[in-house]
């Protein structure tokens, strides 16, 4: 009877501690996702962050790395959102302009900015006085797109020059979350191969993920040896490289103007409709 008692006693204590921890592991979770860390962005008042870090990609490109108050802060922007930047141009005019950082909020304790700075370009003349020390006042987040995994099977993406952001920032995304199953197509255009933003980042990432993101390169000046797209995007880039219209497919627009009124024409006359397309 007493070694009944005893073993009896044992499974009650053994119920206990599963139960225990159990409820750890819940507490745990619920802290978890409860107490995310809090984005450094405010939609509605600019702050300041500080560059620490500018690395020249080209002549005419650099990237600009920003502090965030702690190691562990992260900036808080949506996949796809963008936020307002704000300097001074040449004639010492506030000028404000929106980007997008390359960085995900995976990247803790900084973001990056990558930046073409143009001749006559009111904001590109503030990013190319900035210097390592210097602030830069951001104000965000900003923008109409909504992405949640797997919300469509494939993403086909036109981008042309410095439209090239949004498009790596929701590529990154994707690929780096492993229950995210979305295919991802790119084509990028720019004028000349010195133009192409980001290039070893997307080759890399297509030689990373080869079944699921491929680029598509078109310069309107290649060089001499160029195995890419010649020209402008046509409408049959478009049908070899990009998903076919479905309802479970998106094409996602970024580029200049011109660029971007072009596209649109040439998706509708593809068949694809409003609903199917998005333009940052």
């Given at each position: 009877m007493d070694s009944l008692r005893s073993h009896s006693h044992r499974i009650e204590m053994l119920s206990m501690a599963v139960a225990l921890l159990a409820i750890g592991a819940g507490t745990a979770y619920y802290f978890y996702i409860t107490r995310k860390p809090k984005g450094c962005l405010d939609p509605k008042t600019f702050k300041e962050f500080k560059l620490v870090k500018r690395t020249q990609?080209?002549?005419?490109?650099?990237?600009?790395?920003?502090?965030?108050?702690?190691?562990?802060?992260?900036?808080g922007l949506p996949i796809g959102q963008h936020m307002s930047c704000r300097g001074k141009d040449s004639l010492g005019e506030e000028v404000v302009k929106p980007y997008t950082p390359t960085t995900l909020d995976s990247d803790v304790g900084y973001f990056d900015?990558?930046?073409?700075?143009?001749?006559q370009g009111r904001m590109s003349y503030h990013f190319q006085e900035l210097r390592e020390g210097d602030y830069l006042a951001v104000k965000g987040p900003k923008g109409r797109f909504k992405y949640q995994s797997g919300q469509v099977r494939a993403f086909g993406m036109?981008?042309?020059?410095?439209?090239?952001?949004?498009?790596?920032?929701?590529?990154?995304?994707?690929?780096?979350?492993?229950?995210d199953n979305t295919n991802i197509n790119l084509i990028y255009a720019n004028v000349t191969f010195e133009d192409i933003l980001l290039k070893e980042e997307l080759d890399n990432l297509a030689c990373s993920f080869p079944n699921r993101f491929s680029v598509y390169y078109v310069l309107n000046q290649p060089p001499e040896t160029w195995n890419g797209g010649v020209g402008f995007v046509s409408k049959e880039m478009i049908k070899t490289h990009l998903p076919a219209p479905a309802p479970d497919i998106k094409i996602l627009r970024c580029g200049p103007p011109p660029m971007n009124r072009t596209m649109a024409a040439h998706l509708n006359d593809l068949g694809y409709t409003p609903q199917l397309q998005f333009q940052f």
């Open positions: 990609l080209s002549h005419n490109v650099a990237k600009f790395r920003f502090e965030l108050p702690t190691p562990t802060s992260v900036l900015l990558v930046i073409k700075m143009y001749p036109i981008a042309g020059g410095t439209g090239i952001t949004p498009m790596f920032q929701v590529t990154r995304a994707i690929l780096e979350n492993p229950s």
